[in-house]
């Protein structure tokens, strides 16, 4: 990356703070995809720092742009570096797929919604139970929506096929497992237990055989929940990790040593 010169110094540069505080995004955002190629400064100062210009921000518009319709980050970047080489119906195919579940989402709630104001006609009251359900249903598609643009076509067939034996018991089930993992995790960082001992050895076996449940030990699913990990700075701001880092920084630490061992 260029170095700012003389040549430069007429211009109007604005360091990562300023130009996150023009585009609404994070410092971290911006690094991000700095990393990824999508977005790179194109100058540095003398210490070091990223500079962008308002052309950036043109770029960065139309990252935003095809974000918002649900193109995935990899696919951004195929589009902005070389466009001739992207196969644009077959993409807005996809996009059209992804819009139509998201009609189907919200259809959900729409219905869910018409089944609460049914019953408050009929009782003149509200009814708790429905309300809930409304908010369940809210719950489930805004914290899936946005997750299976990480997922392949094929991998988003077999989730939503495993979805439909899915039940409440189910989820009740893995929901009290992760539970008591993390109590388990949580107690053994607490005496400082060895991550290269059998006892961690133990937990991380665990923590894959749950995340086994999920993925059914498909590949493509497999893949598509790494590559939704992996992308964590560009997650929506009202999605709430289903764990704390510290647990799977444990993990990871038992899962390196395993592998060594081995």
């Not at 995790?185 to 133990?202: F, G, I, L, Q, Y």
């Amino acid at each position: 990356m260029e170095r700012l010169g003389e040549q430069d110094k007429g211009k109007r540069w604005y360091k990562a703070r300023e130009f996150a505080g023009l585009t609404g995004l994070t410092v971290r955002t911006l690094h991000h995809y700095d990393r990824l190629g999508l977005l790179r400064a194109a100058r540095r100062t003398a210490a070091g720092y990223r500079l962008y210009t308002l052309r950036d921000l043109a770029r960065l518009e139309q990252i935003v742009a095809l974000k918002f319709i649900g193109f995935s980050l990899n696919d951004i970047k195929t589009i902005l570096v070389n466009p001739k080489n992207f196969d644009l119906a077959e993409m807005l195919r996809l996009q059209r797929e992804i819009m139509t579940r998201k009609r189907a989402c919200l259809d959900s709630v729409i219905a869910a919604i018409e089944r609460a104001e049914s019953i408050a006609r009929k009782r003149g009251s509200l009814d708790l139970t429905s309300l809930k359900r409304i908010i369940e249903v809210i719950n489930v598609q805004s914290n899936t929506n946005w997750m299976m643009q990480y997922y392949s076509d094929e991998a988003r067939r077999k989730l939503e096929e495993r979805a439909k034996d899915w039940t409440p018991e189910k989820q009740a089930k893995v929901s009290a497992d992760w539970a008591a993992l993390f109590k388990d995790v949580d107690a053994a960082m607490a005496n400082h237990v060895d991550p290269t001992s059998k006892r961690a050895r133990r937990l991380a076996k665990r923590w894959d055989e749950l995340i086994g449940r999920f993925t059914g030990d498909d590949p493509e699913i497999v893949a598509g929940l790494e590559a939704l990990y992996a992308d964590q700075p560009n997650w929506p701001g009202t999605f709430q990790k289903p764990f704390d880092e510290k647990y799977a920084a444990f993990i990871r630490d038992a899962k390196s040593h395993t592998r060594k061992e081995k």
